[in-house]
């Protein structure tokens, strides 16, 4: 298997019963049945507090630098956005924030972007709504690009999403699983050739 083909896969939600913790875990099920060494992270599993410069001048908080360093031994990941007030969680910008940080004190964290440079990310979101939270992608893409990160163009947005898992949390619709299985097989294809 090749270092490509190692996939990272988390939401931005601590919510309990997030609609897009769900779909990551999905995802993360999808894309290990098709071959991808896939690594599924909760964010809620990393203490990681608001980001504050005069705090971190004290010292980059250990989950961060773990965090960091998941981040960059991963070439592709799957994003899964919710969306607040039309745009991407708090959790997840904060989570950004502090991971392209550069950590000065540190030679192999100097580089702020380096756990962001050339990875190929994947974007799902889901939502209650109709437009399955399309809009924090809209909003993310941007972002990401900054951090010098290559965004498949294809993505999904899973409307109606109270409806859309079973009992076990898998998607119940052939489209939708078709939909996020592109997006996969995208990443996985892109991240292949960007790094081999």
Same mark, same amino acid.
């Given at each position: 298997?090749?270092?490509? #083909? ?8 601590? +919510?309990?019963? #997030? ?18 060494? *896939?690594?599924?992270? !909760? ?12 705090? !971190? ?23 899964? #956005?919710? !969306? ?40 799902? #979101? ?27 163009? %294809? /993505? ?10 079973? /009992?076990?949390?898998?998607? *119940?619709? !052939? /489209?939708? +699983? %078709?939909? *996020?299985?592109? *997006? ?13």
């Amino acid at each position: 298997m090749s270092p490509s #083909s190692k996939l990272l896969v988390f939401a931005g939600s601590i +919510r309990q019963n #997030s609609f897009n913790r769900k779909l990551a875990h999905a995802a993360a099920d999808m894309a290990r049945a098709g071959g991808a060494e *896939v690594t599924h992270i !909760e964010l809620a599993d990393f203490d990681i507090p608001m980001y504050n410069a005069d705090l !971190e001048a004290k010292g980059t908080p250990a989950d961060v630098m773990k965090l960091k360093q998941i981040m960059f031994e991963h070439p592709a990941w799957i994003i899964c #956005s919710p !969306e607040y007030n039309g745009s991407y969680t708090a959790l997840l910008k904060n989570t950004i924030d502090w991971v392209s940080s550069p950590v000065k004190a540190d030679p192999a964290w100097q580089e702020g972007f380096k756990s962001f440079t050339g990875k190929v990310v994947g974007m799902l #979101s889901a939502s209650p709504g109709a437009l399955g939270g399309l809009r924090s992608q809209s909003h993310l893409v941007p972002l990401l690009l900054n951090a010098q990160c290559w965004v498949a163009p %294809k /993505a999904f947005a899973l409307g109606h999403a109270g409806d859309a898992f079973d /009992a076990q949390g898998q998607l *119940v619709n !052939e /489209a939708h +699983r %078709k939909n *996020v299985q592109a *997006v996969i097989d995208q990443v996985l294809f892109a991240s292949s050739r960007l790094h081999a």
